[in-house]
Structures are given as C-alpha cells and as structure tokens.
T-cell receptor, first 116, second 113 residues
C-alpha cells in the first residue's frame, strides 16, 4: 500500500508570493490533516478535511487555506508569503474519527518551504 | 484551546538505561493521547497511544501511563538502544477529532552506546 505522498518536497519562494502544496493520502483514507513543523514551535495543527469538508482549523491567519477533492487528495495554499512561513509542512492521512479507525495519523515526508 | 507541555526538551541516557518523558495537558475533554517518534530527517510515526479509559498501556519496551485527574501522561522506554535516539512528541485530542492533535514541543532523546 502506497504511503502518503507530498509534492513538492522542497521549494523556495520570495516574500509576497503564494504557494500551493499537494498531498495524496493512503488509499481508503478519507481524513487529511496538515501540520506546520518549525524548530521553535514543534508541530502545529493547520486544518483537517474529511470527505471534502473542513472539520477543524488551527490558529493560523487566513493566508493559510486548504481544500480536499472527491478523491481525498488535498491541497493547502499560503498566500502573501512571509519569512516566518518557512517551515516543513506535513500532511497526514487517517481513516477518520467515527469510521472505526485507530486514530493513527500516517504522515508524509513533508514539503520544506523556504521563504527568502 | 488545548495546550500540551512536554518535558524535558532534551534527554541523554546510556544504552540500557530507562528514559521517561512527561507531558501535561489543559483540556479536560481530551481523551486520546498518542506518542510519535521522529528520527532525523524522517516523518513522525506513531509508537504508542492511550485512551482515557485506560491508565497504562505497554508494548514491549515502551509504556505509557495516564493520570486524568492530574492531566498528565508519560512515556517510559526501558532498556534503551541507540536506535531509540530520535525526537519524541506527545499529543492530545478529543474523541471527536482524532486528526486534530495538539502536540508538545518534543523531546530529543540521545542514547549513547
């Protein structure tokens, strides 16, 4: 079974630009969540999607947005990039609460964003 | 919202020693507590989890304990090995949002041979 796939793996942007990151979950997983990982703040929850609906959102500004498609693939977008947005963005998939799943999140390898 | 504090931030032990990492949480509604291990340059992976109706759970050399009254939970690793060296994250969640985890800031465990 293929794991969670994130693209691109690395990208460099300049302040003010926008970026779109993509995540393909494990086949059969309907929940996709996104986390930002930085050395100082650890792993911070961005948002979660389940069956194309955003179920929960973390404490991030509106510049951070996401969506999920009917095939469960998800994208997140960051507009008007700031230096502080430099981070590893991790996507995780799971069966989803209430579906009989164990709750385990399966993470992708992440997309490392550098903002110059 | 939920807040998870994790201690220590770094932990160095000798091979064969035990290691203990402690976390506290603030939201009494949280009832799912997983631990993730992240090796250098790799993705986080679940190593063990516990739900609030259980006080302790073991899996070979790893155990987790939960004290709901005090709102804290701990990871215990016995007979540590060099391959246990990694960053360990605790997390908390409510039953309604397994995918919405609030993580602690992590503990870097270094096991020296």
């Amino acid at each position: 079974k293929a794991g969670v796939t994130q693209t691109p793996r690395y990208l460099i942007k300049t302040r003010g630009q926008q970026v779109t990151l993509s995540c393909s979950p494990i086949s059969g997983h309907r929940s996709v969540s996104w986390y930002q990982q930085t050395p100082g703040q650890g792993l911070q929850f961005l948002f979660e999607y389940f069956s194309e609906t955003q179920r929960n959102k973390g404490n991030f500004p509106g510049r951070f947005s996401g969506r999920q498609f009917s095939n469960s693939r998800s994208e997140m977008n960051v507009s008007t990039l700031e230096l502080g947005d430099s981070a590893l963005y991790l996507c995780a998939s799971s069966l989803g609460a209430g579906t009989g799943g164990t709750g385990e999140l399966f993470f992708g390898e992440g997309s490392r964003l550098t903002v110059l | 919202g939920e807040n998870v504090e994790q201690h220590p931030s770094t932990l160095s032990v000798q091979e064969g020693d035990s290691a203990v990492i402690k976390c506290t949480y603030s939201d009494s509604a949280s009832n799912y507590f997983p631990w993730y291990k992240q090796e250098l340059g790799k993705r986080p992976q679940l190593i063990i989890d516990i739900r609030s109706n259980v006080g302790e759970k073991k899996d070979q050399r790893i155990a987790v304990t939960l004290n709901k009254t005090a709102k804290h939970f701990s990871l215990h690793i016995t007979e540590t090995q060099p391959e246990d060296s990694a960053v360990y994250f605790c997390a908390a969640s409510t039953n309604s949002g397994y995918s919405t985890l609030t993580f602690g800031k992590g503990t870097m465990l270094l096991v020296s041979p």
